[in-house]
């Protein structure tokens, strides 16, 4: 686990949901992702919400529940963090899709479009 501080000012980060370091800020200040395929995940809210201007928990590794962006994906999938939070899958058959961000786990249920599913989570910090 990795304890941060939502840096955000309009955004809250909920569990399940992914946060990166907030440009231009120092030590953990973290937000909520707003562009697909182009960030580094810090880590994945659980448990408890965390308000904006509010410190609290994100994992960085094992196994967490995750709100899946608009795609769908299967089992066996790579997690890459995708719009406001949500994970996306890297589709390995289109180089494109993995050259432009790392990935940050392996999806171990598959998830319907815009649902929630268990990913084993391993970012790098």
Known sequence: YLYVYNGSSVSQISPGYGCVPQAGSTG???TLSSVTDIDWLAGVCVNATIATGAYGWVATRGY???VLSTAS???G????IGVNGTCTRHDVSAPTDV???PFFGKFVTSVASAGTGTVYLS???
Do not use: C, N, P
């Not at 999938?77 to 890459?80: A, E, K, Q, S, Y």
């Open 28 to 30: 953990y200040t973290m």
């Open 64 to 66: 967490v529940h995750v």
């Open 73 to 75: 994906a299967v089992t």
């Open 77 to 80: 999938d790579l997690v890459g």
């Open 99 to 101: 050259a432009i961000a």
């Open 123 to 125: 970012t790098y910090t």
